[in-house]
């Protein structure tokens, strides 16, 4: 091994022992790395909920007659639903749901008017995202809803259509099937931006900084030492989360663990140069959490975790594009409920590298300009 890689392996060691061991030391902060995982866990999964405003759908009329274009006309005046697309089979609805473009699918079979006119029920499928539960339970409400005012509208004295829904990735619809995916980015997100930011503020206000600054170490192997931590307490913290919702809660895990791991390494990477960025400019720890606050309540409200992207003003979903928290989110709920692999996903690094390959560098900038 080359003498220059080894020495830097070697600094490097030592730099992220250091690091972990006045992480793990205090037994304060062994509690406070645990025990908010585990808490919080728990209470996404017996607790988090939200609802929607708008609803893409995609449509398929095999019928394609008066009275099915009537019936479909009725389901898009409806303000909570928009219609996305015009489909010719299943085939398309399931790519544009597995996408994400849409939130369900409305497919009408080809005898519906002859059964109409011969008195008989009429079914209507109705596939809906279970990834989103409360979305897929309203989807299913308001189109009975709508089928109803139809029927009655035409004057039949039964209500003739009858509405046969699908959930895919999520049958049962539970929220914390969409919540406890989401939370392993979430707890992560949270740990490894605050244990990166307090890094150099913490140590600059204990004294020890400058006998740092003193030591052999260049200031890129301090500063790969101080992200690597973070990035290993986040990774540890978000196999809690997995442990919890997959043996705990039985949400089914469908994608493949070394992707979903990749995923949340390389989102961490960019958040953790956001934290080290922040720490690096900061004077103190206080200036610190302030910075942190600031910057973390807006990442993920922005992030498609509470709301849906597609439901926020389009100024908004523009800004989005620099949060990396909202593509890592939607990588993780594809990867655990719909099993999609590195290739389906790899749009959602596009935007994560990209903070990584700009926030890494700035902290190494500003980690020497303004920290010597």
Excluded at 60 to 72: I, K, P
Excluded at 114 to 123: D, R
Excluded at 312 to 324: K, N
């Amino acid at each position: 091994m080359n003498f220059s890689l080894q020495r830097f392996l070697r600094h490097l060691y030592f730099i992220c022992q250091k690091e972990l061991l006045s992480l793990f030391k205090d037994p304060r902060m062994r509690t406070q790395l645990v025990m908010p995982v585990i808490i919080e866990g728990f209470l996404f999964g017996y607790a988090a909920n939200y609802n929607i405003e708008e609803v893409p759908y995609a449509v398929v009329d095999n019928s394609a007659t008066a009275s099915s274009r009537d019936f479909l006309a009725h389901i898009a005046g409806a303000p909570t639903f928009s219609c996305y697309a015009v489909c010719g089979n299943v085939q398309e609805v399931s790519t544009l749901i597995d996408a994400g473009d849409v939130l369900g699918g409305v497919i009408v079979p080809e005898d519906f008017e002859k059964k109409l006119e011969h008195g008989e029920q009429a079914p209507v499928q109705v596939i809906t995202d279970g990834r989103n539960p409360m979305i897929a339970g309203m989807v299913k409400s308001y189109i009975t809803q709508i089928a109803a005012s139809w029927s009655e509208e035409k004057g039949y004295a039964s209500l003739p259509v009858s509405i046969e829904t699908r959930t895919w990735f999520n049958p049962n619809q539970l929220s914390r099937w969409t919540f406890l995916p989401s939370f392993l980015a979430m707890i992560a997100f949270v740990q490894v931006m605050f244990l990166a930011g307090l890094s150099i503020a913490k140590e600059r206000e204990q004294g020890t900084f400058d006998q740092l600054l003193v030591t052999p170490f260049s200031p890129t192997e301090i500063l790969i030492g101080k992200a690597t931590p973070p990035v290993l307490v986040g990774l540890f913290q978000a196999a809690m989360v997995f442990l919890i919702a997959r043996f705990w809660f039985e949400v089914p895990f469908a994608g493949s663990l070394f992707t979903l791991f990749l995923t949340l390494f390389i989102f961490m990477v960019s958040t953790t140069g956001l934290g080290l960025s922040i720490s690096s400019v900061a004077k103190n720890m206080q200036q610190v959490l302030v910075y942190l606050l600031v910057l973390m309540i807006p990442m993920v409200l922005l992030s498609g975790l509470v709301t849906p992207v597609n439901n926020m003003p389009e100024f908004l979903q523009v800004i989005t594009y620099a949060d990396p928290m909202r593509f890592v989110i939607d990588a993780v709920r594809r990867i655990y409920l719909e099993g999609a692999g590195l290739t389906e996903i790899a749009g959602d690094f596009v935007p994560m590298v990209a903070v990584a390959a700009l926030t890494m560098p700035l902290a190494g900038w500003l980690f020497r300009h303004k920290t010597t």
